[in-house]
């Protein structure tokens, strides 16, 4: 749905320019991991470039990551079937999840909080909503955020070759782990 | 957390063996690309709505229609409702709303405010408003024709609702991602929360139903479902949904307490008894599911992408995994089947099989199960076996023992009391308590009755207590009390057909008792307690019919490759190869009744399961009107028509899902067809129709029995033509009388005038003859004649001739209206002449003669001649020279003007416009009289014969 992306986008650059008791968390080093479980070959890559913000106002988050950004593959050629087959990287060259997290929830109250963040999970150019549970850590000056969540390949419309079907896995497993650090605004 | 332990306290797993379903999938024709269902409903009038990513279609089972939204764009539809009114309320997922009336109109409504966010349902308030609950807007209302935002406490901050409904309280139920909110106006308005500590297991709630007891299913993101109870006010059941099952996608009502759950990967069956089974899917259905719904004739439609399965939940599907079952019973809970090679039972629950009684080589026909929990097994030659499963306890008995045949094919019984019906006659068993335990008493009919000995095919035990038993060769007996009788004649008659009933292969009662028999050649026959026959009913599918009368007092006929069913208020329903029994042989009467009304056939490998909808009126081939509102003409009621545009084409539909294919159409236009016209094709065509009113009716049936169908109807009324309508009558009434009045007006003029002619004439010729003959004109004839007589004899006798030629001439004339132009020059050279003796060479007549063809009124001419010689001066001095010109047109007498000094005496005043008047009668064209003061010209028309009037 735009709107969404739009609202999450408008939030993204509120961050940086709205004034007053605005609380945001953010960063820019996130960690975030996919793991394909096949039966014939297990293939994983993570990237430490997850940029996200989270507005402790209303509750709205982004989280954004570039697919070029991920490494580790098993080979040179799996990622270039990955980069340029799978998620035609050149095409559609981001991953976005922008939405609100159901709960309220002070992050800046030190606690472990559990979360669900709805929002619209843009892969491949292709945006579904999903429902996230998520366990929120706060120290109350920055908030660690645990995810891992499921993602059918056929929501995204990735299309894999009926040759390397066995390679690769229906569902892909996302691991998130980010900390966010909160940027008090005057 | 609490829901955890919730989860592991009370949980009913989806447990039970795929019950089966024949999965039909329907036609994916939809005429556009369509690339998912979104929605399924079903109107009241039966209709089944398909909402899909590319518009709203209308589906009876063979066709897809489009229904366009007014503006013409094509959007996904997110929710359809029904209005009290019978109007189709559309949502979108772009936030329009589009109504269809129950005419087939269809309009959209403003819904501007909450324009981009799915409408996920739309409710109608007994009070008139209507709720619209959207995905990202919240709850607004129409309220008085204001659409409005409900913002009362928490409703202000509730954006996306998944699903609502509205209680048979009148509250408002919204599934959030908050849980479940309650909202309500009554007594005063206010609003509950349903959240995880009132025991939801999550609070995404994203389906609600409402069970017709008023519980509330809840269906939840991630969980699965739970049972909100009306009477508890609290979650009850809870059902997990299994990882690989998916999310919830659908929850829907079946028939009674039972609730359909549509996981994206599996469909679940739950009934009131608390037992989940999940259904066996078919292999076509490898997308996610999407949709679930349960229309009102027990089908279950089940949508997955674009394709769409319909499966008849009435029957459905075992296969225990034993072969050759060829008799069935069921008790405790069981199927008892049995086969060629011994006796199993089947847990209907878990489905897991059990051989007993140890024996391989049993080849059973027959079972029954007997109230103290004993089977009685009849065998193909091997005798009777009666076995109590509980204590483990078999008793054989074969003709050793007394029994009448080895071989059983069936068995019933009621009480102490047990009937074999075998090849050899009938045995009756009875014991005091226990079949296995105790003493057996054995009678034969043919000792106690005097039964003639024979093959028996079939035993009822009716509810009146008679026991019926069916027999090869010697029709029907039953028992009655401790009197045995002979039922059925060999021979009945309905009507002029007659028919042989001494073979009968099964017997059952109805409700009525009315007993149904099924006889050679497929025959089923209706009779009446008396024995006189009521129905007849010759099956076209099977030869040999089994019988059975279901808990809801249907009978149940079952044949090769079909079951029908026949009910007091529909007639007769047939399940056939649209719900899977295409390859279907049962053996006779290898049925079974269940306690809770329910059939159960055995068919080799395959248990079929008939449970009742509960047949009412409503259960019949549903006629509608289809695409009427695309001509103009049809919107009208009556339908009015024009005599010269009267042509009518009528579609129709008539809904039956169980088995689309089966409807027939009976059509009549009352008035103008003498008799029904019977067609498959929902159409219906009339052209010149002469004027009057007409009554279109059409009826549909699925078993040709059309007293059971509710026809629709169109009354039209075809106008007289223009020429047959009264205002057309009384102005051509007038318009004639004034044609009338305008001709004789006409006639009476023509006829005065005729009369004023005939007096000019009249006039002219009497005051021609009165010039000819005047004293004046004879006296100098005479004299000319006195002169030429002296010095010419030969020339007066001449002249004597002309003289009479003329008068001959002019008597001749007088009366002819016209005279030939070369008749009036012979009639003016003879006047000429006895001028030219008179006046010799001072008279000089030029003739330019052009044509002799032509007429003018007679003796003009001389008159012409005439008159220039009356009135001018003919002297040696001054001779007259008068010139005649005769053309194709027109006579021209002209002369040189010589005035008399005195006007001769003699003028009789007529002349020239004696002339003019009788000309103006003859013709248009005028007599012309041109006076240059020296040539005096007087031209008169010629008339030719083409041009006199």
Known sequence: MPRRIFIGTLCFLMAFTASGQNQIFKTNTGFISFRSDAPLEIIKASSNELKGVIDQNDMTFLFLVSITSFEGFNTELQKEHFYENYLESAKYPKATFTGKIIEFIDLTKPGTYSARAKGQLTIHGQTKERIIKTELISNGNSVIVNAKFRIPLVDHQIEVPRIVNQKIAQEIEITVKATLTLMKKS | MNWFFMIIFISLTVSGRAQEYYFRQMPSDYGRDIQEISILFQDSDHMMWIGTDNGLYSFDGRQYRYTPLPGGSTQTVSTISESPKGEKWVGYQDGSIQIITSKGHSESINTNSIKGFPISKILFQKNGDVFIATYGKGLWVIHKNQF????????????????????????????TDNGVWIYHTYPEESIDNLHRKNGLPDEIVKELEQQSNGDIWIGIYDYGLVRYSSVGKSINDTILSKAEEGQVVSLVNGNGDEVWVGFEKSINHYSYNKKVRSIKLPDDLNEHITNLFFDRTGNLWVSAGNKLFVANTQLDLRIPGVKEIQAIAVMNNKLWLGCKKGLFSMDQESGSLTQHLNEENLNIWSIYADPQGCLWIGTSDQGLYIYDPERNGVKHLTEHNGISNNTIPNIAGKANQTWLATLGGITEITWTDHPVKDELSITLFQEKYDFPAGFVYDIYVADDQKVWFATDGLGLYYLDGQELHHFTKPMLKLGEDSFDLRTIYSVTADAQNNIWVSGTKGNIFKLDPKGNLLEHISSTVGSENSLVTSGQGEIVIVSE??????????????????????????????????????IWIADTEKVLHYKSIGWDSSHYVRMQWVDLTLTSKYLSDPIKLSSDSNFLDFHFTGVWYTDPGSVRYRYMLKEHDEDWIYTREGRAVYSKLSQGTYTFVVAGSHNDDFSKSVPIQRQIIVSPPFYLTWWFILCSLLFISFLAYLYMRERIRRISRFHQLEKEKTTFQLNAIHAQVNPHFLFNSFNTLSGIIEEDQVAAVDYVDQLSSFFRGVLLHRDSELISLSEEINIMRNYTYILKKRYGDNIVINEYIETLEGFIAPLSL????????????????????ITITIDHKRLMVSNPIQPKIQSSSESTGFGLSSLLTRYQYLTSSCIEILNDGETFTVSIPVLQLNTIT
């Open chain 2, 148 to 175: 409005t935002r409900l913002r009362f406490q928490n409703l202000e901050h509730i954006d996306d609702i998944y699903d609502a409904l509205i209680d048979r309280q009148g509250r408002l139920w919204l599934g």
């Open chain 2, 862 to 881: 001389q008159l012409l001649v005439e008159n220039a010689i009356k009135h001018n001066i003919v002297s040696d001095v001054k001779p007259l020279t």
């Open chain 2, 561 to 598: 490759g079909s079951i029908q069913v026949q009910n007091q208020i529909t007639g007769i329903s047939m399940f056939g190869a649209t719900t899977g029994l295409t390859s279907f042989s049962p053996n006779i009467n290898s049925l079974a009744l269940d306690s809770d009304g329910s």
